[in-house]
C-alpha cells in the first residue's frame, strides 16, 4: 500500500468490498445486542429476546419479565439504542456528504449553520415554555427541526447572491456568519430568560436519555429517505473530487448536485438534530477514520460511514449511561472525549491522506 | 422616579388617630407622610430603600415585615405579589447603575457577584447564599431581621416556622419501611440527592430519594441526571414534579411517558406537582412545601 495511492481522486481500485460492508453490519448488530442487555436493571439476555420476539406479530414467547423490566425493554432500551443508531448514522452520512461537496475536510452537519439554527429554534420554544415535553411531536423538536433548515436557507442564498461564480468557500463563509448571527440572537434570548439556562444547555449536549418510539418514527423516514439519494450520488460524488470545472468537462453539474447533496445532508441533520439535540464531532470523526482506515472514495465512505456511525453513537451511548449508573453523562460530551483520542490515534497510525 | 415613600402608606393613614405619641424622625414634607409615621405603632428604623436581588430574601423580606421598606425587587422576585417587581431588574447579570438608581440603602443578594461594586458606591449590601438546611434559613431570617430593623418580626417569623413545621413532621404517619421518591426537575430528568437542601426537607419527613446512589460521590453536586431505566427499575412510591412550568409536565404527560403507565406513582395517584418556586428557594413558604408532603405521603396505599 503506497500513501500516495490515495492522492488520485478517482481512485479505481479503491472498492467497497463486501467484507467491510459486512464488518460493518455486524459491528452495529454487536453493540446494540451488548447495549440491549446492559443497564441499571438486571435482566438476563433470554428475557430480553424473549420479550423482544413476543413484541413481533405473530411470534409468540414468554418472557416472565415484569411489567416493569418488560417496558425497561420494549419501551426504553429498544428504542433509544435505534434511535442512537439512526442518529450516529445520520450525522455521520451528513458530515461525509458535507466533506464530499465542498471537498473540505473540515466540514461538519453543522457546517452551514444547521446547529445554531436549531439551538436558536429550540431555545425560542424553551423560553417560551411552548413544549408540553410530550415526546417527539412536541414544540422543541419542531422548532430545533425548521430553526436547521432555515439557518442552511439563508446560508445557502446568501452564498449565492454574494458571488455569481458560486464558489463553495462563499458558501461556507456564509455558513460561518449566519451560525454566529444566530447564536448571538439564541445567546441574548437565553441570557433575557436565565431559568431556562440549564434546560437550553442540556439540550445543546444532547440527550437520547428520553428516547421513545416516537422519536425513531421521526427520524426514520427521512433517515432512509435522505441516504437512498445520497447514497445514489456517490458516483457523481467521486468525480467531483476532481473540481467544478473538471466535473463539469465529464459531464456533471456541479452546482445541482452540490444543492441536492446539501438539501438531503441538511434535511438528515436537522431531523437528527430535532429528536437527540447537538451531538458534536461523529459527523467528523467516523467519516475521517473511515477514510484512513479503508480509502476515500466516496463509494466506501458513504455506506461505512453510516454503519460505524450507527455503531459508534450507540457505543458511545451505552458508555453515557452505564460509566456513571444510575446517572446519565450527556452523550454529546462522550462522543468528544472518546471520538478525538481514538481519531487521533488514527491519524498518526495510518499512512493514508484525508 | 419612584419617590421613596410614596404608596405603602395609604394603608395606614385611616389609623392616625389611635397613636400621637411615636416620635417622629423625619421632617413631615407633607401632611399623609407625617400621618404615616406616627399611625404605625413601630417607628420605621434602619434602612428605607431596599433593592433585594434574590426572590427568596424578597419572600424573607415581607413575611418579617419589612415589605414597605423595599423598593425594588429583581424580575424573578414575584412573591408575594406585593413586591415591587422591576422587570428589568436583572439578579442574573445584575447592572448596577440600575441597582443605584433606586439610592438603595441597603441591597439584598443571593451570590457576592457585585458585592464590591455595590460597596464602592457607598452602598450597604447583604449576601444571603443559598443555605444547606433549615438552621441556615432561620439564621438568614435572623439576619435580615437585624439589618432592617425588623428583630421583633423575623424572631415572630422562625417561631412560627418552627411550630408549624415541628407539628407537620409530628403528625405525618410513616410506615416501617421508608416511602421511596423520585423528585423530577425537568423532563430530561435531572433530580436531586438527599444532600441538597431541598433533599433534606425530604428526609425530615422520613422519605427515601432514589436519587441518591446517582450521584454517591457528589460529583454532580446533588443534581444528577437519572436514567429513565433507573426510574423506572425503582419505581418510587411517590413522584414529585417541579417541572410544570418550566416543561409543561402535567400529572397526565407524566402517566404518559412510555412504560411509565406500570409504575407504582402512576397508578396510586401519587405523581405530584409542586411548586418549583418553594422548592428552588429556602424561603417562608417551606412550610406549605412540607404540607404538601405530609398531603402526599397521606395519598400512598398502605402495604
Known amino acids: ?354 | 422616579m419612584f419617590s421613596s415613600c410614596g404608596g405603602e402608606e395609604s394603608i395606614t393613614a385611616d389609623e392616625a388617630t389611635a397613636d400621637t405619641q411615636a416620635p417622629v424622625i423625619e421632617e413631615p414634607s407633607d401632611d399623609n407622610k407625617l400621618v404615616t409615621l406616627e399611625a404605625d405603632e413601630e417607628v420605621p428604623a434602619g434602612p428605607q430603600s431596599i433593592v433585594s436581588l434574590s426572590p427568596t430574601a424578597t419572600e424573607m423580606l415581607f413575611a418579617i415585615g419589612a415589605g414597605s421598606q423595599v423598593v425594588a425587587v429583581d424580575n424573578y422576585s414575584y412573591y408575594p405579589k406585593e413586591a415591587p417587581v422591576i422587570e428589568d431588574l436583572s439578579a442574573w447579570s445584575p447592572n448596577i447603575e440600575a441597582i443605584a438608581e433606586f439610592e438603595p440603602d441597603l441591597v439584598v443578594l443571593s451570590d457576592a457577584g457585585v458585592q464590591e461594586e455595590l460597596e464602592s458606591l457607598g452602598i450597604e449590601v447583604l449576601v444571603l447564599p443559598a443555605v444547606t438546611n433549615l438552621d441556615g434559613v432561620y439564621e438568614q431570617i435572623a439576619e435580615l431581621g437585624v439589618a432592617t430593623a425588623n428583630v421583633d418580626g423575623a424572631g415572630v417569623l422562625v417561631a412560627s416556622m418552627r411550630a408549624e413545621i415541628s407539628l407537620i413532621i409530628d403528625n405525618i404517619v410513616t410506615p416501617e419501611k421508608p416511602l421511596t421518591y423520585f423528585h423530577e426537575l425537568d423532563d430530561t430528568l435531572y433530580s436531586i440527592t438527599s444532600g441538597t437542601f431541598i433533599g433534606q426537607i425530604y428526609e425530615m419527613v422520613g422519605l427515601s430519594n432514589i436519587a441518591d446512589p446517582a450521584d454517591a460521590d457528589g460529583s454532580a453536586y446533588g443534581y444528577p441526571q437519572l436514567t429513565q431505566e433507573f426510574i423506572l427499575e425503582s419505581d418510587p412510591d411517590l413522584i414529585f414534579f417541579v417541572d410544570a412550568s418550566c416543561c409543561g409536565q402535567s400529572v397526565e404527560i407524566i402517566g404518559e411517558r412510555p412504560g411509565w403507565d406500570v409504575l407504582k406513582a402512576v397508578r396510586n395517584g401519587t405523581v405530584i406537582e409542586m411548586n418549583a418556586d418553594i422548592a428552588s428557594r429556602w424561603g417562608p413558604r417551606l412550610v406549605q412545601f412540607l404540607q404538601s408532603l405530609s398531603d402526599a405521603v397521606a395519598l400512598v396505599p398502605a402495604g
Open chain 1, 1 to 354: 500500500m503506497q500513501p500516495d495511492k490515495s492522492h488520485t481522486a478517482l481512485a479505481n481500485y479503491e472498492r467497497l468490498r463486501l467484507t467491510w460492508l459486512l464488518g460493518g453490519v455486524v459491528s452495529v448488530l454487536a453493540v446494540a445486542a451488548i447495549s440491549l442487555s446492559l443497564g441499571p436493571a438486571n435482566i438476563s439476555v433470554n428475557s430480553i429476546i424473549f420479550e423482544i420476539i413476543d413484541r413481533f406479530p405473530l411470534l409468540e414467547a414468554n418472557s416472565n419479565l415484569s411489567e416493569i423490566h418488560s417496558n425497561i425493554v420494549w419501551e426504553v432500551r429498544l428504542p433509544r439504542v435505534i434511535l442512537g443508531g439512526l442518529v450516529g448514522a445520520t450525522l455521520a452520512l451528513s458530515g461525509a456528504t458535507y466533506q464530499a461537496v465542498f471537498r473540505n475536510p473540515l466540514a461538519d452537519p453543522y457546517l452551514l449553520g444547521a446547529a445554531a439554527g436549531a439551538g436558536l429554534g429550540a431555545t425560542l420554544a424553551l423560553v417560551n415554555r411552548w413544549g408540553d415535553g410530550s415526546g417527539a411531536g412536541d414544540a422543541v423538536p419542531l422548532l430545533a427541526f425548521c430553526g436547521a433548515l432555515l439557518a442552511v436557507a439563508i446560508t445557502y442564498f446568501m452564498g449565492l447572491t454574494g458571488d455569481s461564480s458560486r464558489s463553495p468557500a462563499s458558501l461556507l463563509l456564509a455558513g460561518v456568519a449566519v451560525a454566529s448571527f444566530l447564536t448571538a440572537i439564541q445567546t441574548f434570548i437565553l441570557q433575557q430568560n436565565a431559568d431556562t439556562i440549564r434546560q437550553v444547555y442540556t439540550w445543546i449536549l444532547g440527550r437520547l436519555n428520553t428516547a421513545s418510539w416516537g422519536e425513531v418514527w421521526l427520524l426514520l423516514p427521512y433517515a432512509l429517505g435522505t441516504s437512498c439519494v445520497i447514497l445514489l450520488n456517490r458516483r457523481i460524488l467521486d468525480v467531483m473530487r476532481l473540481g467544478d470545472a473538471e466535473a463539469a468537462s465529464l459531464g456533471i453539474r456541479p452546482d445541482r448536485t452540490r444543492k441536492i447533496m446539501v438539501v438531503a445532508a441538511s434535511l438528515a441533520t436537522a431531523a437528527a438534530v430535532a429528536v437527540s439535540g447537538l451531538i458534536s464531532f461523529v459527523g467528523i470523526i467516523v467519516p475521517h477514520t473511515i477514510r484512513l482506515l479503508f480509502g476515500s472514495s466516496n463509494r466506501i465512505v458513504l455506506p461505512l460511514s453510516m454503519l460505524f456511525g450507527a455503531s459508534f453513537m450507540i457505543a458511545v451511548d451505552l458508555l453515557g449511561r452505564t460509566v456513571v449508573s444510575p446517572s446519565e453523562i450527556p452523550i454529546g460530551v462522550i462522543t468528544s472525549f472518546c471520538g478525538a483520542p481514538f481519531f487521533i490515534f488514527v491519524l498518526r497510525s495510518s499512512r493514508r491522506s484525508i
